[in-house]
């Protein structure tokens, strides 16, 4: 049975660095041919797909975060991250990771993913 389950703090000051841990048990991220996305949900709005990661390390991001987003792999901890640099208030929100087979595609419906995490609540305090 694929798990994801994220981690990481759930308070972070305005202007810091924000790092979140996706921690997968069940199959490698080097699966063939999935890929391994951050997605996150903030207060009133809807599901925002921020990035990924896929099998061979390829990494696509939003163009509209690409410029303070960064995505990264553990191998040897069967792990990938997400690091969002000068965060602010705007960045409070659920982020989930998530992941599919097939092409990397910016897609927030549940249902386009086999497998989802359960999300961790981040706030950002000014």
């Known amino acids: 049975q694929v798990q994801l389950r994220e981690s990481g703090p759930g308070l972070v000051k305005s202007s810091q660095t924000l790092s979140l841990t996706c921690t997968v048990s069940g199959t490698p991220i080097t699966t063939r041919y999935y890929y391994w996305s951050w997605i996150r949900q903030s207060p009133g709005k809807g599901l925002e797909w921020m990035g990924a990661?896929?099998?061979?390390?390829?990494?696509v991001y939003s163009p509209s975060l690409k410029s303070h987003t960064s995505i990264s792999r553990d191998l040897s901890k069967n792990q990938f991250s997400l690091q969002l640099t000068s965060v602010t208030p705007e960045d409070t929100a659920v982020y989930y990771c998530?992941?599919?087979?097939?092409?990397?595609?910016?897609?927030?419906?549940?249902?386009?993913?086999?497998?989802w995490g359960q999300g961790t609540q981040v706030t950002v305090s000014t």
């Open positions: 998530a992941s599919r087979r097939g092409d990397v595609l910016p897609l927030v419906d549940r249902e386009e993913y086999d497998y």
């Open positions: 990661i896929g099998y061979d390390g390829t990494i």
